[in-house]
């Protein structure tokens, strides 16, 4: 029988969260006849994952859904399992970069790429804490449906069933590898205040986060479509577009990928830093394979932690950290883009080893460059003034480790692609103890 991985990864309080997408397993299991791992990668705090414990007791057991709540010392305890059988050098090195001590919106995935993979999962659906999903007709509409029914498939046999096709000239025969929708609600990045406050500046900001090279006005518009989701889109119905799916117009908290996709290349385990956990999006996008973009959008919400004065300025971080790594990324994608059909091999696979050569010529950059673009976000920041000027100051007194951090961060990347295959690999016989 098929089966799934359903993940929620959180390091904050989501019992509510936790409930609802153990329905949506739930629903996966009884719609579609597939085994559903409902994984939860916890990191919270004592308190907090005391509470989640008790909230997954408390789920009402469902045929065909088994449920994996990992605490940070069990998942240390697999991954070190994992890393020791791979065989690979550094595996002390390895588990740091999958289990890092500051928050890595890439190395949470990665953790449950690995773990779907000793589950023997076909494909991973990843949620997120700070989400809920829209109702129609008064049921939950679940991204799982549109997951489940095309995932996988060969793209040629869903162009009939698609809202629209748009496969590029031979891509039919290969498997739809991702099938995503966005969000609606509040900004995904909180950087709403910003534009509200100095649209200028928000365009200089997020202008940072673009490849080089677009004209003026092609600019304009994907800084203004950027971190906004589907805006206020209330779901009356299933539409999909059949065909690469980009990555702005996806979602983490709503994103499934094949696992022929993920067991050949992880996301970078950049810390403290956004958005990089998108690069595997990217990549499929570039390589050409057939994915699917739906509408079941979910809805999404800034907890309460960010609103405080600490929350505010370690989520400033992560932007600027994201906007710094963006330098590296793009030049990354900007070699894939141009690869296209030439990063899969003979079997539409993924080649591991261009995407290791594409990151390690990625860190021939000179100094001066990221330097220059730092000093550029701090300026930005100052002139927002407010408690936008402490996010400067902090850019500044942190300014000689920020950089060597970042760039660290794709050494890092680098180095986990070279060891991927091999700890993919050494999960097949890794187990998995904590279930219900």
């Known amino acids: 029988m098929r089966r799934v991985c359903l993940t929620l990864p959180t390091h904050r309080s989501c019992a509510a969260t936790i409930a609802a997408v153990a329905e949506e397993a739930a629903y996966g299991a009884g719609e579609f006849g597939v085994e559903v791992a409902l994984l939860i990668l916890d990191s919270s705090p004592a308190q907090v994952l005391a509470e989640h414990r008790e909230a997954v007791a408390a789920l009402t057991p469902y045929p065909g859904v088994s449920v994996h709540h990992l605490d940070e010392d069990e998942q240390r305890g697999f991954l070190r399992k994992v890393a020791g059988r791979s065989a690979a050098p550094d595996p002390d090195r390895l588990l740091e970069l999958l289990l890092p001590s500051r928050i890595s919106y890439g190395a949470v995935t990665d953790r449950a790429f690995l773990l779907a993979e000793s589950l023997g999962c076909t494909s991973l659906h990843r949620r997120d804490s700070d989400s809920r999903y829209q109702h129609h007709g008064g049921e939950p509409v679940f ?95 299933d539409l999909t577009v059949l065909a690469p799916v980009s990555p702005t117009r ?132 100052r002139r927002l003034g407010g408690r936008y000027a402490e996010v400067a100051d902090t850019l500044t007194a942190r300014r000689a480790p920020l950089l060597a951090e970042v760039r660290k961060g794709m050494a890092d990347f680098a180095f986990l692609l070279e060891n991927w295959q091999a700890l993919t690999r050494a999960c097949s016989d890794a187990g998995l103890s904590v279930t219900r």
């Not at 929708?181 to 202008?207: C, K, N």
């Not at 021939?364 to 550029?376: I, K």
Request: proline share 5%; charged share 30%; hydrophobic share 40%.
């Open 250 to 381: 996806v979602d983490m908290c709503n994103v499934a990928l094949d696992h022929e996709v993920y067991r050949r290349v992880p996301l970078p385990p950049a810390t403290d830093t956004i958005g990089t956990d998108y690069f595997l999006l990217g990549l499929a996008h570039d390589a050409r394979l057939p994915g699917v973009e739906h509408n079941r959008h979910i809805v999404n919400f800034h907890t309460a932690e960010r609103r405080t004065d600490a929350g505010f300025l370690a989520y400033q971080l992560r932007f600027a950290r994201f906007l710094l790594a963006k330098a590296y990324l793009n030049a990354v994608h900007a070699r894939t883009k141009k690869a296209g059909d030439d990063l899969l091999d003979g079997e539409d696979l993924l080649r591991t080893s261009v995407v290791t050569e594409y990151v390690r010529d990625s860190l021939v950059r000179e100094p001066e460059e990221d330097a220059h673009r730092l000093g550029t976000i701090e300026a930005a920041y």
């Open 143 to 237: 991204p799982i449906h549109q997951e489940l029914t095309h995932l996988g498939r060969r793209a040629a046999d869903l162009k009939g069933s698609a809202t629209r096709s748009k496969l590029p000239p031979g891509s039919g025969e290969r498997r739809v590898a991702l099938v995503g929708g966005s969000f609606v609600g509040e900004m995904s990045v909180d950087v709403a205040r910003i534009r509200e406050a100095d649209p200028e500046t928000y365009r200089e900001l997020v202008g940072l986060s673009l490849p080089e090279g677009y004209p003026e006005i092609w600019r304009g518009h994907l800084i203004d479509a950027s971190f906004r989701g589907a805006g206020d889109t209330v779901f009356d119905g």
